[in-house]
């Protein structure tokens, strides 16, 4: 096809360069005729009247072997003329013709091209729409296997953290109880000690009835001995009731932590899942 519209294109070339060059002949022939009759134009006029009967007779037949070259002169100029003028119709009806077999060459040539252009570009898509879809499946794939090991981690991380929180509650309770009891067991002896101090003073007094100065002075002994043994059960009691209560608040303090710490994981979890589920009804639709 384009072997063809390049020998067309030649062929347009090659008549309309013909037309340029008859139709510069013609015009040269117009302007030699042109010429000629300007020169015959200013010859003076020739009076042959002195002339015998032969010369006239000679310069007659010149004339007219003149007017006759003349007529072919003009006859042979208007033929060139004709013949350039059809040259050039001919000329300019094979350019058109050349012309429009190369447009419809080329309107064809593109037609085709565009055809197959369109052809390309739809099987393109049609790969790029399957591509699409398997990289969608397959994402959709990867996204619920990933909401299944989600899922799977989160039931036994709350597994693990119920299974600690539990632990650490009973944890908790044995320390309470052992604390409890210890506390139960210091306030027993503290009020065993204050009830045999109490004793000890009844006895006190009671020697003091008996004997004055030394009771007074085993009575201010056994009151000393009563007042060092009184501080040292009130001291020991605070001590262990400062104890229980700081492990109290220490044992508080770590199961609110953990708590904390559970709520926090659970909440973040089920956060980050519902994001997942929004970004998955995103994508598809």
Do not use: F
């Not at 003349?70 to 033929?79: I, T, V």
């Amino acid at each position: 096809m384009d072997r063809r519209v390049t020998a067309l294109t030649a062929e347009r070339d090659g008549a309309l360069a013909e037309i340029a060059r008859l139709t510069g002949r013609a015009e040269e022939l117009h302007a030699e005729a042109a010429r000629l009759a300007e020169t015959v134009a200013a010859l003076p006029v020739q009076d042959y009247a002195e002339l015998g009967e032969r010369a006239q007779r000679i310069l007659a037949l010149a004339e007219s072997e003149a007017e006759a070259l003349e007529a072919e002169a003009l006859a042979a100029g208007q033929a060139l003329r004709d013949e350039a003028e059809a040259a050039g119709r001919a000329a300019g009806d094979a350019a058109r013709e050349a012309a429009e077999a190369v447009r419809a060459a080329a309107d064809r040539a593109a037609e085709e091209r565009v055809a197959a252009a369109v052809r390309e570009a739809e099987g393109l898509l049609a790969a790029a729409r399957q591509d699409a879809e398997g990289v969608r499946e397959a994402a959709a794939s990867a996204m619920a296997a990933t909401r299944d090991r989600t899922a799977s981690v989160l039931a036994h991380q709350k597994q693990e953290h119920a299974e600690r929180l539990k632990a650490a509650e009973a944890e908790m309770a044995a320390e309470e109880a052992a604390l409890e009891a210890r506390h139960t067991e210091l306030t027993e002896r503290a009020e065993a000690l204050l009830t045999e101090a109490g004793r000890h003073l009844a006895a006190t007094q009671e020697a003091a009835r008996h004997g004055q100065e030394d009771a007074e002075a085993r009575a201010a002994e056994l009151l000393a001995e009563a007042r060092v043994r009184e501080e040292r059960v009130v001291r020991e009691t605070e001590r262990i009731l400062r104890e229980h209560e700081e492990g109290r608040e220490e044992v508080q303090a770590h199961m609110a932590h953990v708590r904390s710490s559970l709520a926090a994981l659970t909440g973040r979890v089920t956060s980050n899942g519902d994001g997942n589920e929004g970004g998955n009804e995103a994508e598809g639709a």
